[in-house]
Nanobody, 126 residues
Framework: QVQVVESGGGLVQAGGSLRLSCVASGRTFSSYGMGWFRQAPGKEREFVSAINWNGANTYYSDSVKGRFTISRDNAKNTVYLQMNSLKPEDTAVYYC???????????????????WGQGTQVTVSS
């Protein structure tokens, strides 16, 4: 059983930055694709960013592209989401997801991932 735990959320002012961390258990972490999704009140959980098993491929939603950066450190079983130039519309619960995704995966769909964290709240004030 893979455990996924996010951290790093909090309250920041618009224009500020946060770095989210996601730690996943298991010695096979290096084989997992990792993704970040977020869910705001009254909205569907939406794709934010993803990174493949070796970090060679990264993906971003249009709404965060150029502001957020995803990275991973396989030695620490950790994936990061650096969030800069935060906007009030970035306010949401952010979820980390993991899975052994095939190379044909889009990495943007929730059903492509097998393991999910509990979420961490990000609030951006104006």
């Amino acid at each position: 059983q893979v455990q996924v735990v996010e951290s790093g959320g909090g309250l920041v002012q618009a224009g500020g930055s946060l770095r989210l961390s996601c730690v996943a258990s298991g010695r096979t972490f290096s084989s997992y694709g990792m993704g970040w999704f977020r869910q705001a009140p009254g909205k569907e959980r939406e794709f934010v960013s993803a990174i493949n098993w070796n970090g060679a491929n990264t993906y971003y939603s249009d709404s965060v592209k150029g502001r957020f950066t995803i990275s991973r450190d396989n030695a620490k079983n950790t994936v990061y989401l650096q969030m800069n130039s935060l906007k009030p519309e970035d306010t949401a619960v952010y979820y980390c997801a993991a899975g052994r995704l095939p190379t044909t995966a889009t990495m943007r769909r929730r059903d492509e991932y097998d393991y999910w964290g509990q979420g961490t709240q990000v609030t951006v004030s104006s």
